[in-house]
């Protein structure tokens, strides 16, 4: 699944925008064709790191939709600080980005 990140400054902050392309499934949907429920599939813990340093760590369920995009600011972020961000979901795949402030 891919994860795309972009971090830009906006006035005294940094805001990271991070995308992951994730079915986000509740475990209540049901397919049409065979009427049987879908499976849960969720992004449980998405992690937001400067340097190596966690800035937030977000705790997600499944009331978040479909490929989620998810968005934090930050203060005190300078050019050229490395951005990682980290996922894990309910069937414990993962995923990740990187990038720099620019």
């Known amino acids: ?3 795309k990140i972009k971090a830009r400054k906006k006035g005294n902050a940094t805001e990271i925008l991070v995308l992951v392309q994730h079915p986000m499934e509740t475990g209540a949907r049901k397919d049409k064709k065979t009427k049987k ?12 790191a400067i340097n190596g340093k ?9 009331g ?13 972020a300078k050019p050229g600080d490395k951005i990682d961000v980290s996922w894990k979901d309910n069937k414990g795949e993962t995923g990740g980005a990187k990038t720099t402030v620019k």
């Open 64 to 76: 978040v939709s479909k490929n989620p995009l998810i968005g934090i600011r930050v203060k005190n």
């Open 37 to 48: 429920l879908i499976p849960a599939h969720f992004i449980q813990t998405m992690v937001f």
């Open 54 to 62: 966690t800035v937030a760590d977000v705790d997600m369920s499944t």
């Open 1 to 3: 699944m891919a994860t």
